[in-house]
């Protein structure tokens, strides 16, 4: 059995994704591939077949990579649900940089992902433009997040 390091359950031997929360179970590789002339004007807005977004939280070195299933839910939180992943900030300063316990999310539609804010106190930004409470915002491969203060880059694994 292998132990989920985010949420503690236990999955099957050979699993690459935790199936309860979707968070990668150890490294897993990740592809590169050459840069178009339309990756100059931002990545693609579609994921890859498996689903996976590489979040990189600035100033940490271990990306943290999430198998999208429906959504997933940024803030400070320890429980969990069955339904929605929930990524918990805290150990990366989210206290100290103004994340709130439910501060955003991420929602998938069929290879599409969209952030929306969950009326967060500090608010949301999507490269660099504030995102109203409750609006979806169709992401791109190497877009930046801010949650509060907290800078984040998704990236989607091709």
Same mark, same amino acid.
């Given at each position: 059995?292998?132990?989920?390091?985010?949420?503690?359950?236990?999955?099957?031997?050979?699993?690459?994704?935790?199936?309860?929360?979707?968070?990668?179970?150890?490294?897993?590789?990740?592809?590169?591939?050459?840069?178009?002339?339309?990756? *100059?004007?931002?990545?693609?807005?579609?994921?890859?077949?498996?689903? *996976?977004? !590489?979040?990189?939280?600035?100033?940490?070195?271990?990306?943290?990579?999430?198998?999208?299933?429906?959504?997933?839910?940024?803030?400070? *939180?320890?429980? $969990?649900?069955?339904? #929605?992943?929930? !990524?918990? +900030? #805290?150990?990366?300063?989210?206290?100290?940089?103004?994340?709130?316990?439910?501060?955003?999310?991420?929602?998938?539609?069929?290879?599409?992902?969209?952030?929306?804010?969950?009326?967060?106190?500090?608010?949301? $930004?999507?490269?660099?433009?504030? +995102?109203? #409470?409750?609006?979806?915002?169709? +992401?791109?491969?190497?877009?930046? !997040?801010?949650?509060?203060?907290?800078?984040?880059?998704?990236?989607?694994?091709?």
């Amino acid at each position: 059995m292998q132990i989920c390091p985010h949420c503690g359950t236990e999955n099957l031997e050979g699993m690459l994704y935790c199936q309860k929360c979707g968070v990668a179970l150890g490294p897993v590789p990740l592809s590169t591939r050459q840069l178009t002339e339309d990756d *100059v004007h931002g990545g693609t807005d579609q994921l890859g077949a498996d689903n *996976v977004v !590489i979040l990189q939280v600035e100033n940490d070195e271990t990306p943290i990579l999430v198998q999208v299933r429906s959504e997933v839910v940024f803030g400070r *939180v320890t429980e $969990q649900s069955d339904t #929605t992943t929930y !990524i918990n +900030l #805290t150990p990366y300063g989210a206290d100290d940089l103004g994340v709130s316990r439910r501060h955003a999310r991420l929602l998938r539609d069929g290879k599409a992902v969209y952030l929306m804010d969950l009326n967060s106190t500090n608010g949301t $930004q999507l490269n660099g433009e504030s +995102l109203p #409470t409750s609006v979806e915002k169709r +992401l791109r491969d190497g877009d930046e !997040i801010l949650l509060g203060r907290m800078r984040v880059f998704i990236y989607f694994k091709t």
